[in-house]
């Protein structure tokens, strides 16, 4: 199983980013997946989910901004982040779960990307 992020990078606050995450060795279509992110100093948080019905879920502090999405054809998860703050500024974690549960409890994760938001 391999889950690989990309599209990290720097940007000013108020630009976008959109993140991929590509996953292998699983029925994508099963799983329910997301994205965490850890903050410098932090602790790693729930940012958005996504289930394999598309239901979606987003941490109150990224609501209106980001949007996650899925492809299973192409077995890619995706976050548009959009009007990015300084405060986004983190670790971002693809996740994926083979478990349904009402929050992700992921059994799989990617290595990460970076995002850095500046002021």
């Known amino acids: 199983v391999q889950l690989e992020e990309s599209g990290g990078g720097s940007v000013q606050a108020g630009e976008s980013l959109k993140l991929s995450c590509t996953v292998t060795?699983?029925?994508?279509?099963?799983?329910?997946v997301g994205w965490y992110r850890q903050p410098p100093g932090k602790e790693r948080e729930l940012v958005s989910s996504?289930?394999?019905?598309?239901?979606?879920w987003y941490l109150d502090s990224v609501k209106g901004r980001f949007t996650i999405s899925r492809d299973n054809n192409k077995m890619m998860l995706y976050l548009q982040m959009d009007s990015l703050k300084t405060e986004d500024t983190a670790v971002y974690y693809c996740?994926?779960?083979?478990?349904?549960?009402?929050?992700?409890?992921?059994?799989?994760w990617g290595q990460g990307t970076q995002v850095n938001v500046s002021s």
């Open positions: 996740a994926a779960s083979i478990l349904e549960r009402p929050v992700l409890e992921p059994n799989y």
């Open positions: 060795g699983l029925y994508f279509h099963l799983c329910d």
């Open positions: 996504i289930t394999n019905k598309n239901s979606t």
